[in-house]
Every structure is written in C-alpha cells, then in structure tokens.
C-alpha cells in the first residue's frame, strides 16, 4: 500500500477582491457618518424642545397660581380682574384654559353671570380640543352627555334667572339717582358711598353732619377683620400715642336712634357701629363691608353702600394684621371724607 506524505505546512493566501461589506461601507461611510449625526442631532433637539415645552408648562401654571388661592371650603378661587390681567401671558398655554375657568368661577361668584359666561365661550371658541370641551358625562338625572363647559353654562344661566326673580335675596337695592354720595379718599385710593336717605333717614342725615364736621379727616382704619370689613370713626387713632388695643371702643359723643331699614350686610354696605352697652349706634363708629356679614343682621343698622371703589374697600380689608387679626399692622388713614358736590 502506498505510503503519502503527511503535509507539514497550510498557506491561506488572501483574496485581491475586497468584501461586499466592506465595499459598501468604503462607498457610503461618509453618507452614514452623516445621518448620524443628523439622528443624534434631532434625538438632542427633541429633549431639548420637550425640556422647554416641560419648562414652559412649569412656567404657565406657576403663573397662574400666583393669582390663585384657596377659600374656606378649600376650593381654589381667583379675583376676576387678577385673571383677567394675566390672561394674554397664558394664552395658548396649558394653564390658558384653566385661567378662563377660574375667571368664570370668580365671574360667577361676584353675580357678573353675562361676563362669566362670556369667559365660558371663549374656552369652547378657543380651546377646542381641551378635556373641558371633549370630555361628557351625564348629570344629575339628564341623560344628555354634557361637557364641562356645557354644564357650568347651564347652571350660571339657571342661577343668573333664579336670582333675577329673588334680587332681595342677594343684595340690598341700588341708591337713587339722587342719593347723597361721600368720597374717601385714603392712603390706599379713593372710594365712594351712596346713602339710603329714605330708608334710613336719621342715620344718613347724622352721617352727613359728621362728614361736613371733619370727622373722619386723618382717622384710621382701626380694624381690619380677615379680609372681610374695615372700621373707622375712632378719634383716638389720631393721637399716635394711643393704644391700638383700645382703637374701636368709642367714638365722637352722640348716638342714633335704631331704625329698621329693610338693608341687610351684603358686600359694599356701608354700616353703623355701637359702643358696648350703647342701644343705638354710635355718631361715627361706621363699617364698610369688602364681602356679606350677616351676622351682623338685626344688630347694626345699614345706611349707605359703596359705589365706587370697592376693589379698594377689600384692598385695606385684606392687608396684614397682627397677631389678633384684627388690627392692621400699617393702618390706612383717611385724609378727607367728603361731600359729593351735587348730590
């Protein structure tokens, strides 16, 4: 049997010819290279919008939560006019619609329901595809679908019609035309009352007197209670060295005799005060009323509502106190309460 050689050494020679591979990436590694950088650029720009866009959200709420605070029943609620300053900073926002809604709610609660209404279209005009506007459900015993908007449409048009029947339930009637008017002017702006002269004869009549006396020239507001009325009429706020514990005691000498005027303590009313022990009210302990405090109902005689400057009335109600909540820390002081030429 023949006998073979075993080999004893295996050359691998190489190919001239390139692989596929390799060919194709000599060809395009420059066009690759190239979508590369394009992909990681739109991957860093898409975080970068998405962090803006994240940003310009925290921005908008935070916005929107400087004008908003929270009731005693833990409901978020916002002054009108404070949206309404803020509204063009968050249009097309995310808090955009939720500006206009707290608006309307704030619309609603001061009885302007044609505005707050209004405010509930512009949601649906301009917020088309918002939650509040896709989103339906049923209430109450309808089976209608409604949304959000919807349904805050129906109740205000059914609160403003019900209140419309029941005026008396929700606010004392508007002065005359003729009515006597009186400007304060303070520290804080100007604000005017109108008096009830035919319903509350004897009060209006020593509160003029009381006006034209200088009364209340140089007073200070000696008590501001949680947001809710001022008080004024104490001329012993003039004296700096008087104790503001005591500011609210007394007033000028005199009283008025108690009459029933039908008025009762809405926002704006213009109020008698007593001096303890007093039957009547005292001659110029008064309160101006920033928000309804009927408590005060059957006790203290309305006179007079304010007409003008209301915003301002609440401005001086809502300033810090001290720790008895009840004293201002910086006092507003009334330079001149006067007459109203013409009326």
């Known amino acids: 049997m023949a006998q073979h050689k075993a080999p004893t050494e295996v050359t691998v020679v190489a190919g001239d010819e390139p692989s596929r591979l390799a060919l194709f990436v000599e060809k395009h590694w420059v066009k690759g290279a190239a979508v590369a950088l394009v992909i990681a650029a739109l991957i860093l720009f898409t975080q970068f919008r998405s962090e803006q866009e994240a940003e310009k959200v925290n921005q908008s709420w935070s916005r929107l939560m400087t004008a908003v605070e929270e009731d005693g029943m833990g409901r978020l609620v916002a002054d ?10 968050l249009e097309g926002t995310v808090a955009g619609p939720w500006s206009l ?16 209404i209004a405010a509930l279209v512009q949601i649906r005009d301009r917020y088309p595809d918002h939650p509040l506007i896709t989103e339906t459900r049923t209430y109450g015993e309808s089976i209608t679908p409604l949304n959000a908007i919807e349904r805050l449409n129906k109740v205000f048009t059914s609160e403003k019609e019900w209140r419309e029947q029941r005026p008396e339930l929700f606010g004392n009637p508007e002065p005359t035309a003729s009515a006597p008017r009186v400007r304060f002017q303070t520290d804080a702006g100007d604000f005017v009352v109108a008096l009830y002269s035919e319903k509350a004869p004897l009060h209006a009549e020593n509160f003029l007197a009381q006006v034209n006396e200088g009364t209340y020239n140089g007073l200070t507001f000696h008590r501001a209670a949680f ?97 008895t909540g009840q004293r201002p820390v910086e006092p507003v002081t009334i330079q001149t309460a006067s007459v109203v030429p013409g009326t």
């Open 101 to 116: 809604y707290l608006e309307a709610q704030g619309l609603r609660d001061e009885g302007r329901y044609d505005e707050a």
């Open 227 to 323: 947001g809710q009325m001022v008080e004024t009429g104490d001329p012993t706020t003039r004296d700096a060295e008087s104790d503001p514990m005591a500011w609210g005691r007394q007033g000028v000498e005199g009283s008025v005799e108690s009459e029933d005027t039908g008025l009762y303590h809405f926002g704006g009313a213009l109020s008698a005060n007593k001096v303890a022990g007093e039957e009547g009210s005292n001659a110029s302990l008064i309160a101006i009323l920033a928000q309804p405090a009927h408590f005060r109902d059957g006790n203290n005689v309305v006179f007079g509502t304010v007409v003008e400057g209301l915003d301002v009335v609440r401005d001086i109600a809502g300033r810090p106190n001290d720790p």
């Open 80 to 89: 009108p006019e404070v949206i309404a300053g803020i509204r063009a900073e």
